[in-house]
């Protein structure tokens, strides 16, 4: 059974930074493109970004580009999104999710353009003074 987990949310302030985690039990991230999302209570899901799993090449959204990376920790078969500067605008559930079919981001860091088969259920970020 493959099981993805989020954690690492919590309460920051605006202009702080958080990290959150993505790591998996049952898959190994380390062979796949991931894609970060995130949903707001009453908003559609936005695909925020993704990293290719060879080069840990990223690719992020308008809306998060310049405050926002990403990185792997192979050992720990463990995918992170730090976020910087963060925004009354970037509070929401963030969560990880893959295709298990891909290597790469192939230009798109929205991954829902390529189907998911497995995704996390998400950890809160809330930002608020």
């Known amino acids: 059974q493959v099981t993805f987990v989020e954690s690492g949310g919590g309460l920051v302030q605006p202009g702080g930074s958080l990290t959150v985690s993505c790591t998996a039990s049952g898959f190994t991230l380390n062979y796949y493109a991931i894609g970060w999302f995130r949903q707001a209570p009453g908003k559609e899901r936005e695909g925020i970004g993704c990293?290719?799993?060879?080069?840990?090449?990223?690719l992020f959204a308008d809306s998060v580009k310049g405050r926002f990376t990403m990185y792997r920790e192979h050992a720990k078969n463990t995918v992170y999104l730090q976020m910087n500067n963060l925004k009354p605008e970037d509070p929401a559930n963030y969560f990880c999710?893959?295709?298990?079919?891909?290597?790469?981001?192939?230009?798109?860091?929205?991954?829902?353009?390529?189907?998911?088969?497995?995704w996390g259920q998400g950890t809160q970020v809330t930002v608020s003074s």
């Open positions: 999710a893959t295709d298990a079919g891909r290597n790469h981001c192939d230009g798109n860091y929205d991954y829902s353009r390529f189907g998911v088969k497995y």
């Open positions: 990293i290719s799993a060879m080069d840990g090449s990223t």
